[in-house]
């Protein structure tokens, strides 16, 4: 199984900036894929923010791009998602989602895990 630790949510006024930070245990991981960050806005479903493959090829939502910026450690297990220039839409509940791989029996079995999530609210 993989835990995950979020950390860095918080409440900041438009136009300011935040990093969010997703620490993944490796434990009996053979390989990590794709990792990013989610989020939920009260009353909505959760929508992809932004992602980045093991080779370090991202992915951003389109209200994101160009504010957002998502990074890797591949050897600590890491992602990072700084975020500039916040406005009110960007608050939510953020979750950090992992795409991994570990062998189960002799067999190379893949799932997705979730972090617990992490506020951020952007607000004056």
């Known amino acids: 199984q993989v835990q995950l630790v979020e950390s860095g949510g918080g409440l900041v006024q438009p136009g300011e900036s935040l990093s969010l930070s997703c620490a993944a245990s490796s434990g009996n991981i053979f390989r990590f894929n794709t990792m990013g960050w989610y989020r939920q806005a009260p009353g909505k479903q959760r929508e992809l923010v932004a992602t980045i493959e093991s080779g370090y090829t991202t992915n951003y939502a389109d209200n994101v791009k160009g504010r957002f910026t998502i990074s890797r450690d591949n050897a600590k297990h890491t992602i990072l998602l700084r975020m500039n220039r916040l406005k009110p839409e960007d608050t939510g509940v953020y979750y950090c989602?992992?795409?991994?791989?570990?062998?189960?029996?002799?067999?190379?079995?893949?799932?997705?895990?979730w972090g617990q999530g992490t506020q951020v609210t952007v607000s004056s």
């Open positions: 989602n992992v795409d991994a791989e570990m062998f189960v029996d002799g067999t190379l079995r893949a799932n997705t895990y």
